[in-house]
């Protein structure tokens, strides 16, 4: 029998669950649904901040997922940004980002696969030294609305692939049509990633490691869009996550 690939999948803190209505763990099903999918076992991680129980949890899976959400602290990435940008920063919440620095910090460290998702490229990026826009409409005049969760479902944008790089080698093609519902986005590349999709208004929608830190390293992928939500009606969106599988199994 085939090893299926346990693989760790971050979570976000919601203010009432449902069984007590206190504060609880919180997880699009459209993740774990697309992990399965993929062949792997899906192991929802909570959000805690304790470096030990983190390094744990990470050795105890064959790879890592971050996943979307709300905005990171702009103090993270920029401790100078304007008060006029912060405040576009919503739903803030310093305990997850925490945990998820820590997540990226022990998935490197440990040497695992790492897939990061919408809010995901956006801390691995932040996490490892680079920067975001914090609000795209504010600080990139004239660039497509990027914003667009009520068609999540739907391709309403077209990326550009970088060639010789992972996100080619998935697809295959030089372009993609893509789903779109982020304010933010990455900035400044941090130093050991470049950005290997983008839309015609310049804006990352794909990040890997550059080719010097690629070198024998794990699977590494961040993706802006959500191929989590396209890929049982696109199913090329599935590749994704079947090509993180089998970097996992090995």
């Known amino acids: 029998m085939r090893h299926s690939p346990a693989i760790l999948v971050s979570?976000?803190?919601?203010?009432?669950g449902a069984e007590f209505r206190d504060f609880s763990t919180s997880l699009s099903h459209h993740y774990t649904e697309a992990v399965t999918d993929a062949g792997g076992v899906p192991l929802l991680a909570p959000v805690v901040t304790n470096k030990k129980l983190v390094a744990e949890m990470v050795k105890r899976s064959d790879g890592v997922m971050l996943t979307g959400g709300d905005d990171l602290q702009p103090d993270l990435y920029n401790p100078a940004l304007p008060k006029v940008l912060k405040?576009?920063?919503?739903?803030?919440?310093?305990?997850?980002?925490?945990?998820?620095?820590?997540?990226?910090?022990?998935?490197l460290e440990q040497r695992k696969p790492l897939l990061a998702i919408c809010r995901g490229p956006q801390v691995l990026n932040a996490a490892l030294g680079g920067g975001l826009v914090t609000d795209i409409p504010s600080e990139c005049p004239g660039a497509l609305n990027h914003?667009?969760?009520?068609?999540?479902?739907?391709?309403?944008?077209?990326?550009?692939?970088?060639?010789?790089?992972?996100?080619?080698?998935?697809?295959?093609?030089?372009?993609l049509r893509i789903n779109s519902a982020h304010h933010q986005a990455v900035g400044e590349l941090a130093p050991m990633l470049r950005a290997t999709a983008w839309t015609r208004d310049h804006i990352p929608e794909a990040i890997e490691l550059t080719p010097e830190e690629a070198q024998n390293a794990p699977f590494l992928l961040g993706i802006q869009f959500h191929p989590e939500r396209l890929y049982k009606k696109h199913p090329e969106f599935l590749r994704i996550f079947t090509t993180?599988?089998?970097?996992?199994r090995h």
């Open 11 to 16: 979570t976000s803190n919601e203010q009432r």
């Open 87 to 107: 405040i576009k920063a919503t739903g803030v919440d310093p305990q997850r980002d925490l945990f998820e620095f820590l997540l990226i910090e022990q998935t």
């Open 147 to 175: 914003q667009r969760k009520p068609d999540a479902h739907k391709l309403v944008h077209t990326a550009q692939i970088a060639e010789r790089s992972l996100m080619r080698r998935i697809f295959k093609n030089s372009t």
């Open 244 to 248: 993180f599988t089998r970097s996992c």
